[in-house]
């Protein structure tokens, strides 16, 4: 179970997008487009070894997700 804050909203940013791109595999090649980036590097985001930050939170936002944080 995710401990920190960041390994938190990574594995959430994860479970959106890898379960989008699951129920939704037409989506790698408007996400690609959308992001102006290649059709490869949407499909790397369904792979743990070559997960990319930066490219899940384009990503989520592209599909909508809109992140709140809150903290101390």
């Known amino acids: ?15 959106v ?5 699951r129920r939704n595999p037409e989506s790698r090649q408007l996400l ?13 985001l369904l792979t743990r ?3 990319d930050l930066h490219l899940a939170l384009s990503a989520a936002t592209s599909l909508g997700v809109r992140l709140h944080v809150t903290g101390d």
Request: a negative charge.
């Open 32 to 44: 690609a487009t959308g992001l102006k980036v290649p059709v490869e590097s949407i499909d790397r």
């Open 1 to 15: 179970m995710p401990t920190d804050a960041q390994t938190q909203v990574e594995a959430g940013l994860r479970d």
């Open 17 to 21: 997008v890898v379960g989008h791109l």
């Open 49 to 51: 070894d070559q997960w």
